[in-house]
């Protein structure tokens, strides 16, 4: 299993995919507890992350461009959302 950080949180993923072009883009996949889905929920909210990817070598300010969940109600104790991430490159400068 990898990790990666989205501003300064280590998240476990299950699944991981690494685009270049256009722009590099990452998807991965990420198991969400009824526990854990608060803190993981706020920090989606963000949207705009600073990305790091340690075994990659990899690091790049992005936004989310595509989400989804495998579960939409993890009120119930005990419960487990694969949540679906990708998050592309954007630009530092905007005059680029």
Do not use: C, W
Request: aromatic share 10%; proline share 3%; hydrophobic share 35%.
């Amino acid at each position: 299993m990898k990790t990666l950080r989205l501003n300064d949180v280590t998240l476990k993923i299950a699944a991981y995919q690494e685009e270049r072009e256009p722009k590099r883009k990452i998807s991965f996949t990420l198991n969400v507890t009824s526990e854990t889905y608060h803190d993981i929920a706020v920090l989606l909210y963000e949207k705009t992350f600073n990305v790091e990817v340690p075994e990659r070598n990899l690091a790049f300010r992005g936004e989310i461009t595509n989400y989804s969940t495998s579960l939409t109600n993890l009120y119930e104790p005990g419960s487990v959302s694969e949540f679906y991430i990708e998050i592309t490159e954007i630009d530092q400068n905007a005059d680029s």
